[in-house]
């Protein structure tokens, strides 16, 4: 069974920066792709980053720029280093493993930026 955990958040003053990581453990397979959600409260979860096995990226346009999506397919771990915080980034982020199809969720890591 695939279990992802993730680790990183915390409480950070604006401009400050956090770093998510997130492993898969139980998989013998390759992910196609993973990425980040976020969920901010009383509205909808939406995709921050992801990154698919070859590396290709895609980001959300409220975080071109500042954040940063990267995999260790060795390790099937997938990280997001955010900086230049905002309070706008508060939210619970989620990491997502997708293997058609097959589709992954972490319990989430809660995000708080001060402002």
């Known amino acids: 069974q695939v279990h992802l955990v993730e680790s990183g958040g915390g409480l950070v003053p604006a401009g400050g920066s956090l770093r998510l990581s997130c492993a898969a453990s139980?998989?013998?397979?390759?992910?196609?792709?993973m990425g980040w959600y976020r969920q901010a409260p009383g509205k909808q979860r939406e995709l921050v980053a992801r990154?698919?096995?070859?590396?290709?990226?895609d980001y959300s346009d409220s975080v071109k720029g500042r954040f940063t999506i990267s995999r260790d397919n060795a390790k099937n771990t997938v990280y997001l280093q955010m900086n230049s915080l905002k309070p706008e980034d508060t939210a619970v982020y989620y990491c997502?493993?997708?293997?058609?199809?097959?589709?992954?969720w972490g319990q989430g890591t809660q995000v708080t930026v001060s402002s």
């Open positions: 990154i698919a096995s070859g590396s290709t990226t």
């Open positions: 997502n493993a997708a293997a058609s199809p097959y589709n992954y």
């Open positions: 139980g998989a013998v397979f390759r992910f196609n792709v």
